[in-house]
Nanobody, 114 residues
Framework: QVQFVESGGGLVQAGRSLRLSCAAS????????MAWYRQAPGKQRELVAA???????NYADSVKGRFTISRSNAWSMVYLQMNNLKPEDTAVYYC????????WGQGTQVTVSS
């Protein structure tokens, strides 16, 4: 079945960086557009960054210039490099295909302290 396993989150101070990783299985990875989503407490899940099969990228306005999404088709992996983190980036981060399927992983918690 479709499965996504996210890792790399943690507690960091504002201005620092984190790199998230996601291992995907149960899909033909290279055929799928992929994305990172996040859900903050009390808020709806939102799309943070997306990457097409061909490597084209798109970002939410709130993370443009700070986050970079990338992928490895050979390893069925998606990455999210997050620089200059802000407290408002605090959330659980998930990866999924774009548009998403109802097969969410456990996510990885990112907490940014001020």
């Amino acid at each position: 079945q479709v499965q996504f396993v996210e890792s790399g989150g943690g507690l960091v101070q504002a201005g620092r960086s984190l790199r998230l990783s996601c291992a995907a299985s149960g899909i033909i990875f290279s055929f799928n557009d992929m994305a990172w989503y996040r859900q903050a407490p009390g808020k709806q899940r939102e799309l943070v960054a997306a990457i097409t099969r061909g490597g084209g990228t798109n970002y939410a306005d709130s993370v443009k210039g700070r986050f970079t999404i990338s992928r490895s088709n050979a390893w069925s992996m998606v990455y999210l490099q997050m620089n200059n983190l802000k407290p408002e980036d605090t959330a659980v981060y998930y990866c999924n295909v774009d548009p998403y399927r109802p097969a969410w992983g456990q996510g990885t918690q990112v907490t940014v302290s001020s």
